[in-house]
């Protein structure tokens, strides 16, 4: 897990190289490299997780007869040691006990088609000194981030962060259209189009060659092409998704470095640990790090976002100790331009929480952890998504068990407005009157922006599936994994997540509604095979919270100065990327208003951003700061 930087086709000097490298020096703080040689560059900030010695150090030469080929890679290929094995025996000789050496002999042995053999999360480069073109490629589904840059003379720069790269740019202008429109949001992580001008994504699934020609992007993965066939009954599939599951997670503590969870008492992060506690006790992978039992648990005191003591019924069921981290704004307070600035990009809620919890992780000398990403976009988590199972229910039962599933996602207090005193009948006419409106609107953003539309596997699976295609490959879970990648990589801690495994993504999307919604629960196929080894009462627990920020307590308590002076300062009146006033009369209503909501919050701080944007990411970008 590190930081990447490559350049071809235009010759930097030494100094640049290292300027463009150190700018990532958070993601990489174990160590770093830079190999050039006849316009070619490629740098490399290592944090170092398999093989802690030199002999992981990058940018890697192989073989070693002629180092005709040189590799920055950023990720893990979880199943290296399988591909050793297999490598050994064709003859392929290995000096380390790292993922990156069995990269380059596997892109050796089989050239791009290596991809298809690897289970892991990745970005990396590969020059091929004798050939002199670059080999690039991105995991199935861009978990780890990758960019690039067209330069003059037909220059290419790539780097793992935006900020990297623009030190070779004559001019770093914002993306105005993007930047300032809360409502693209969670809709351009998984296009090329990025917040500044010039800059492109490289796309998740696919590979590249670079050279004198240009670059020819080639995508090699879509999971509409991999279904899976799947037992008939939901019992079967149950053990199936146990089985995978439980491999996934073996196959991520593979470390040389000790490893935790990120637990907040949820479902899914509840699972991934109880998984982890299973393997140490009974599964003999000799490669399996055993020290996993490092929870960390972020705490919101006296607010509606606090789930510690759920992450705490999880970890007395497994007899560990939980490290809570009390999120404190005004601590952290001082610490946000920095934090803005290493996530680079814009969002709709403050970074503070998760910055301040993989923080401390780093701290305690955890530099694994494996989390439960993945599972709400791909299972069926998010009420929003699987209440349009009803479009696939037919008859009074199967309409009941998606309504159990919805109306037990809420709280029991009456807290939810909508459900209220609300029967099944009354919330069934409700989703059917926004059905109609959105059909006269056209549809939903979901439907109007998946790529697959008119793909034929896409048009044969169920309105469910179709609404979690969109959540998992196209909206929120890319702006996610994104989030999550700065998140702990500014924090130099790296992320694993088991349910992003493409077994697990394949067999999700290959996997009839009911199954997700079996029995009027959520992710049911989750909660049924892990709950052998959860507290009952985590397992098939129905309402959701979710790790976000408490905005609207924040901003009419401990942060009330920081926003009252902010709308207040010159820099704030002035910014291009802003209306001003109506923003400022946003905030003020937020922190003045006691009824306030969450999604006002949200959206004040949404209105607010471009302006921590350009003061925080444009200008240092620009040198003007």
């Given at each position: 897990?590190?930081?990447?930087?490559g350049?071809?086709?235009?010759?930097?000097?030494?100094?640049?190289?290292?300027?463009?490298v150190?700018?990532?020096?958070h993601?990489?703080?174990?160590?770093?490299?830079?190999?050039?040689?006849?316009?070619?560059?490629?740098?490399?900030?290592?944090?170092?997780?398999?093989?802690?010695?030199e002999?992981g150090?990058?940018p890697?030469?192989?073989?070693?007869?002629?180092?005709r080929?040189?590799?920055?890679?950023?990720?893990?290929?979880y199943?290296?040691v399988?591909?050793?094995?297999?490598?050994?025996?064709?003859?392929?000789e290995?000096?380390?006990?790292?993922d990156?050496?069995?990269?380059?002999?596997s892109?050796?042995e089989?050239k791009?088609?290596?991809?298809?053999?690897?289970?892991?999360?990745?970005?990396?480069?590969?020059?091929d000194?004798?050939?002199?073109?670059?080999?690039?490629?991105?995991?199935?589904?861009?978990?780890?981030?990758?960019y690039?840059?067209?330069?003059?003379?037909?220059?290419?720069a790539?780097?793992s962060?935006?900020?990297?790269?623009?030190?070779?740019?004559?001019?770093?202008?914002?993306?105005r259209?993007?930047?300032?429109?809360?409502?693209?949001?969670?809709?351009?992580?998984s296009?090329?189009?990025?917040?500044?001008?010039?800059?492109k994504?490289?796309?998740?699934?696919?590979?590249?060659?670079?050279?004198?020609?240009g670059i020819?992007?080639?995508r090699?993965?879509?999971?509409?092409d991999?279904?899976?066939s799947l037992?008939?009954?939901?019992?079967?599939q149950?053990?199936?998704?146990r089985s995978?599951f439980?491999?996934?997670?073996?196959?991520?503590?593979?470390?040389d470095?000790?490893?935790?969870?990120?637990?907040?008492?949820?479902?899914?992060?509840s699972?991934?640990?109880?998984?982890?506690?299973?393997?140490?006790?009974?599964?003999?992978?000799?490669?399996?790090n055993?020290?996993?039992?490092?929870?960390?648990?972020?705490?919101?005191?006296?607010?509606?976002?606090?789930?510690?003591?759920?992450?705490?019924?999880?970890?007395d069921?497994?007899?560990?100790?939980?490290?809570f981290?009390?999120?404190?704004?005004v601590?952290?307070?001082?610490?946000?331009?920095?934090?803005i600035?290493?996530?680079?990009?814009?969002?709709?809620?403050s970074?503070?929480?998760?910055?301040?919890?993989?923080g401390?992780l780093?701290e305690?000398?955890?530099?694994?952890?494996?989390?439960?990403?993945?599972?709400?976009?791909?299972?069926?988590?998010?009420t929003f998504?699987?209440?349009?199972?009803?479009?696939?229910?037919?008859?009074?039962?199967?309409r009941?068990?998606?309504?159990?599933?919805?109306?037990?996602?809420?709280?029991?207090?009456?807290?939810?407005?909508?459900?209220?005193?609300?029967?099944?009948?009354?919330v069934?006419?409700?989703?059917l009157?926004?059905?109609?409106?959105?059909?006269?609107?056209?549809?939903s953003?979901?439907?109007?922006?998946?790529?697959?539309?008119?793909?034929?596997?896409y048009e044969?699976?169920?309105?469910?599936n179709?609404?979690?295609?969109?959540?998992?490959h196209e909206?929120?879970?890319p702006?996610?994994?994104?989030n999550?990648?700065?998140?702990?990589?500014?924090?130099?801690v790296?992320?694993?997540?088991?349910?992003?495994?493409y077994?697990i993504?394949?067999?999700?999307?290959?996997?009839?509604w009911?199954?997700?919604?079996?029995?009027?629960?959520s992710k049911?196929i989750?909660?049924?095979?892990?709950?052998?080894y959860?507290?009952?009462?985590?397992?098939?627990?129905?309402?959701k919270?979710?790790?976000?920020?408490?905005i609207?307590?924040w901003?009419?308590?401990?942060?009330r100065?920081?926003?009252?002076?902010?709308?207040?300062?010159?820099?704030?009146?002035?910014?291009?990327?802003?209306d001003a006033?109506?923003?400022?009369a946003?905030?003020e209503?937020?922190?003045?208003?006691?009824?306030?909501?969450?999604?006002?919050?949200?959206?004040?701080?949404?209105?607010?951003?471009?302006?921590l944007?350009?003061?925080?990411?444009?200008?240092?970008?620009?040198?003007?700061?």
């Amino acid at each position: 897990m590190c930081g990447i930087f490559g350049v071809v086709n235009k010759k930097i000097d030494k100094e640049l190289a290292d300027k463009c490298v150190d700018r990532m020096e958070h993601r990489g703080p174990d160590g770093r490299g830079v190999w050039q040689e006849n316009g070619t560059t490629l740098g490399h900030r290592r944090l170092a997780i398999l093989d802690l010695t030199e002999g992981g150090a990058q940018p890697m030469s192989y073989p070693y007869s002629s180092g005709r080929y040189v590799l920055s890679f950023n990720g893990e290929i979880y199943n290296f040691v399988e591909l050793r094995e297999e490598l050994k025996a064709k003859g392929y000789e290995f000096r380390s006990d790292s993922d990156s050496e069995v990269i380059l002999a596997s892109y050796m042995e089989w050239k791009e088609k290596c991809l298809d053999k690897f289970n892991g999360m990745w970005a990396f480069l590969i020059w091929d000194r004798e050939e002199e073109k670059l080999f690039v490629s991105r995991d199935r589904f861009g978990v780890k981030p990758l960019y690039y840059v067209m330069l003059d003379n037909g220059g290419i720069a790539f780097g793992s962060e935006m900020k990297v790269i623009t030190p070779l740019m004559d001019e770093v202008k914002p993306n105005r259209a993007l930047v300032t429109d809360p409502g693209r949001t969670v809709f351009y992580e998984s296009t090329e189009e990025c917040v500044i001008e010039g800059i492109k994504r490289f796309p998740a699934g696919s590979y590249a060659y670079a050279g004198k020609n240009g670059i020819k992007i080639d995508r090699w993965w879509d999971t509409l092409d991999n279904p899976v066939s799947l037992p008939s009954s939901y019992e079967e599939q149950v053990e199936m998704f146990r089985s995978l599951f439980l491999d996934a997670c073996k196959l991520r503590m593979r470390s040389d470095v000790t490893i935790g969870t990120a637990l907040s008492g949820g479902l899914d992060s509840s699972a991934t640990i109880c998984a982890m506690a299973h393997l140490a006790g009974e599964d003999n992978d000799t490669r399996m790090n055993r020290d996993w039992q490092h929870a960390f648990v972020a705490t919101f005191p006296g607010t509606t976002m606090d789930e510690s003591a759920y992450a705490k019924t999880v970890t007395d069921h497994l007899k560990i100790n939980s490290t809570f981290v009390k999120i404190d704004p005004v601590k952290a307070i001082d610490k946000l331009d920095d934090f803005i600035y290493l996530f680079e990009d814009v969002y709709l809620t403050s970074p503070i929480p998760m910055m301040l919890l993989y923080g401390a992780l780093r701290e305690n000398k955890t530099l694994v952890t494996i989390d439960g990403h993945g599972a709400d976009e791909l299972f069926g988590g998010y009420t929003f998504d699987f209440i349009h199972a009803l479009d696939d229910a037919r008859g009074s039962s199967e309409r009941d068990m998606v309504l159990d599933a919805y109306i037990g996602s809420f709280p029991k207090d009456g807290s939810n407005i909508s459900l209220k005193n609300t029967g099944k009948t009354a919330v069934y006419f409700n989703y059917l009157k926004r059905r109609v409106r959105d059909k006269l609107k056209s549809g939903s953003e979901g439907y109007k922006r998946v790529r697959a539309a008119g793909n034929k596997r896409y048009e044969e699976m169920d309105t469910l599936n179709r609404i979690l295609y969109a959540s998992s490959h196209e909206t929120i879970l890319p702006t996610l994994l994104r989030n999550y990648d700065r998140y702990s990589m500014a924090n130099g801690v790296e992320i694993r997540m088991p349910f992003m495994d493409y077994r697990i993504v394949t067999f999700a999307m290959s996997l009839g509604w009911k199954s997700k919604l079996h029995g009027g629960y959520s992710k049911s196929i989750i909660r049924d095979a892990m709950a052998p080894y959860m507290p009952h009462e985590i397992a098939y627990r129905r309402t959701k919270i979710g790790f976000n920020t408490p905005i609207v307590e924040w901003m009419q308590g401990p942060l009330r100065e920081y926003f009252t002076d902010m709308i207040t300062t010159t820099s704030f009146k002035e910014c291009s990327l802003i209306d001003a006033p109506s923003v400022a009369a946003r905030i003020e209503h937020v922190i003045n208003d006691k009824t306030a909501t969450f999604a006002q919050g949200e959206q004040a701080w949404s209105l607010m951003y471009p302006y921590l944007w350009e003061k925080n990411v444009l200008k240092r970008m620009q040198g003007s700061v």
